[in-house]
């Protein structure tokens, strides 16, 4: 079985996901911009930001093409782990990846930069994820890593 991990990661916080599900799986890793050829692989983790209540616009032109594989996909957010708006942006990936075999998913807060949280209070204040972004801070930490090893685990086994 040959495993890929493909990421797409603005400031990091999904890279370092990433990182670990591919130290996990013994597999290799590539961002999602550099991801050509998938056919030659059997299970794909797909590791995506958040952005406008679903994955980032890369991670939406990739999903479609996990088409006939085993996925397991994982995400960070600026809201929280257990809110709808999560909840709703990770059923828009599973859609989005419809034709694949999502074996898993994990998604943890991932930190927003206070002013990142500035601008985005200022172009859109009614972002329902805003008012749980402070929460954010110091995430990913060692126990979402954790967290998201057992999920793999669970998954691609
Ligand atoms: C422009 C922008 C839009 C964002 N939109 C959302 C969103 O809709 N929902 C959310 O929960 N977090 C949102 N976030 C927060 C990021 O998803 C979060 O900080 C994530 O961990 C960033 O991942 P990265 O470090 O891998 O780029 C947004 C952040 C930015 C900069």
């Not at 400031?11 to 599900?21: D, F, P, V």
């Not at 980032?56 to 782990?81: E, I």
């Amino acid at each position: 079985m040959k495993t890929l991990v493909v990421y797409s990661s603005q400031t990091n916080n999904t890279k370092r996901l990433a990182e670990a599900a591919a130290t996990a799986l013994n597999a290799e890793m590539v961002s999602v911009g550099a991801a050509g050829d998938i056919s030659n692989y059997d299970h794909i983790a797909v590791g995506f930001w958040f952005k406008g209540g679903g994955p980032d616009p890369a991670t939406q032109d990739f999903l479609p093409k996990l088409s006939g594989k085993k996925a397991f996909l994982f995400a960070t957010h600026g809201g929280a782990a257990n809110s709808t708006h999560v909840k709703n942006g990770m059923n828009k990936a599973r859609d989005l990846a419809a034709g694949a075999t999502v074996a898993g998913s994990f998604s943890c807060p991932g930190e927003v930069p206070v002013k990142v949280q500035a601008a985005i209070a200022e172009k859109n204040p009614n972002a329902p994820w805003l008012p749980d972004a402070p929460a954010a801070t110091g995430h990913p930490d060692e126990k979402d890593l954790s967290d998201l090893r057992k999920a793999l685990r669970d998954s691609f086994s």
